[in-house]
């Protein structure tokens, strides 16, 4: 479903977020099971906190453009944990990496 029509909207729905929370967003694709974003978060900010964030308010969204009235989780969406690392002059190493998963794959997710 992910990769229908809710798809197109999921990276102007990150996007938006991911600004309410002062997280630049550099590079993101997504893939069959998972999504690959690169953005900046600010110190002021635990990471967990703006995944958390992302996952459960990109959860509501979905369900609502699916048509769900009730409101829905990131808990039913997105799975438990994250991966997440310091970057800092390997900006475009990273950013290229996460271009390189979409061409392996072939799905064209980049958002």
Request: hydrophobic share 35%; with cysteine.
């Amino acid at each position: 479903m992910l990769f229908g029509k809710v798809r197109r909207r999921l990276g102007e729905i990150f996007r938006a977020l991911a600004r309410q929370k002062e997280t630049p967003m550099f590079e993101g694709h997504f893939k069959p099971n998972h999504v690959h974003m690169c953005i900046a978060i600010p110190p002021k900010y635990l990471v967990g906190s703006v995944i958390g964030f992302l996952e459960g308010k990109n959860a509501i969204a979905v369900a609502r453009l699916c048509g769900r009235d009730q409101n829905s989780t990131g808990k039913h969406l997105w799975d438990r944990g994250y991966a997440g690392s310091t970057v800092g002059f390997e900006l475009e190493q990273v950013r290229q990496y996460i271009r390189k998963q979409e061409e392996a794959d072939g799905t064209g997710g980049q958002f």
